[in-house]
């Protein structure tokens, strides 16, 4: 198989395997069978080997089957959410531009009155238009790696409807827009460990 069809080929198992993890039609615990995935795309069990790999990098599949996170993987991934994105908050009180607070306060407000798939891409802009303010490459490249694994605990908060979440936006965005990094960091921090509480209350259910 030459690169280009490889690649193409590995590019559409890897988006279908992923979509029907955050989606909930593959549920957590299934077990990821590459001859019937295989068969299903039409392609070899070279490209599903692949995407199950990139897969298993980003979190979402664990020894071939959907992760079902436990309370300790919940925590360890805030962990490292909690400490990336508060540096990322403080970075943006200094660095961040007009057009993007200005795109960052849109980004509450498409939230606050739009449906829940807006409101999943508008909490996802928020965050992310936070994280690339830090200038960091390193840091925005690991973030980045964990946004798949990251989507599934913002469709949990947004989902059930965790209160306060868009409040605590806004006060995020007023702190980031003041230049205040102390307060943007601790509020930062403050919301993702009020989003691990919120999961960790759900999954103990």
Known sequence: MSKQPFQLAYLTSYE???DKILTGEYPRGTKLVEERLAEELGVSRTPIRESIRKLE???LIKQKRVVNPTAGDLSNIFQVRILLEG???RCAASFMDDTALD???ECIDIA???PADETMKANEEFHNLIVQSSNNPQMIDIIDRMQSIIYLFRKTVVMYRRPFLLDEHQEICDAI???DGDE???LMK???RADLEFCLHLLKQ
């Open 16 to 18: 279908f395997i992923r």
């Open 57 to 59: 990098q980003e979190g």
């Open 87 to 89: 540096f990322s908050a």
């Open 103 to 105: 795109r960052l306060q």
């Open 112 to 114: 606050r009155r739009g």
């Open 177 to 179: 827009r003041a230049h």
């Open 184 to 186: 943007a960091e601790r």
């Open 190 to 192: 403050e919301h993702l």
